[in-house]
């Protein structure tokens, strides 16, 4: 049985055995490896890792890709490249919609709801869903609430103040705060915090590439408190505590949809 942590993984297919442990290079480490026990490059393979990460919201850790290629060798290898197939036709659809994050939030959703198999009980543990609406079928993930307080940094910076500076308890404040914040909130209100959370990472880009003239304007429409002396934690609250509608539409007027990564920073 795979877990957080486990020693060895030893997978039969078809003809051959495979061994894979922790201390040795997980399967496909390198894009033109060949998936063990077939033919199949494993660059053709990373639109499955892709995914995972792009709904994680961050990178998959070392340990993470060689626990997610051992489970993928207790399925055929032709059983793989169709996983690949479907995983890289949803990655493509993602980009269409008119919302990928609100898309994404629904996918995360779904994929907490009894999941079946190994793998999909390991997604749902990379993915770290803290708050579920079932009505809306939308799910707030640990990705999210780090962008929100990374967000809520960046406006505390452009009002003149320092960075937010939060200590264990001060976080487990703004997780529960966001948390609360989420699960009272209508479907207007949890797009926009799925939205601001999941695209920061193109956010920050686009803010420091931004001239000072954009940079100026999205101050200008975005919902600030006044400025503060107050602690991180209190400019923090006084941001979760306003209209996140307001803040996903300025972000939107001026610098564009945000995109999704997975480059979590």
Not at 159 to 177: F, I, K, M, N, P
Request: proline share 7%.
């Amino acid at each position: 049985m795979l877990g957080a942590s486990f020693g060895s993984a030893l997978r039969l297919l078809p003809g051959v055995f495979v061994l894979w442990s922790c201390g040795s290079p997980p399967p496909c480490e390198q894009p033109k490896d060949f998936f063990p026990g077939s033919s199949v490059e494993c660059e053709r393979l990373q639109p499955i890792q892709t995914e995972i990460e792009t709904l994680a919201g961050r990178p998959l850790t070392r340990q993470q890709r060689g626990e997610l290629y051992a489970l993928l060798l207790q399925e055929r290898p032709e059983s793989v490249e169709l996983l690949a197939s479907d995983a890289q036709k949803r990655d493509e659809l993602l980009k269409l919609v008119v919302n990928p994050a609100e898309t994404r939030s629904q996918r995360i959703w779904e994929a907490a709801q009894n999941p079946q198999g190994e793998r999909a009980l390991w997604q749902s543990k990379v993915y770290t869903v803290w708050a579920t609406d079932p009505e809306e079928q939308l799910a707030l993930t640990e990705s999210d609430i780090e962008g929100w307080i990374r967000y809520a940094s960046l406006c505390r910076e452009v009002q003149g103040g320092d960075a937010l500076r939060l200590s264990v308890a001060d976080r487990a404040t703004a997780y529960h705060r966001l948390i609360a914040r989420f699960e009272k909130g209508n479907r207007a209100e949890q797009v926009a915090m799925v939205t601001i959370g999941a695209g920061w990472n193109d956010l920050r880009e686009r803010w420091q590439a931004a001239p000072f003239e954009q940079q100026q304007a999205w101050i200008s429409a975005a919902p600030l408190p006044p400025p503060m002396t107050t602690d991180s934690i209190g400019y923090f609250t006084a941001i979760v505590d306003s209209n996140p509608v307001s803040h996903a539409m300025a972000l939107d007027e001026v610098f564009g949809r945000l995109e999704l990564s997975s480059d979590a920073r």
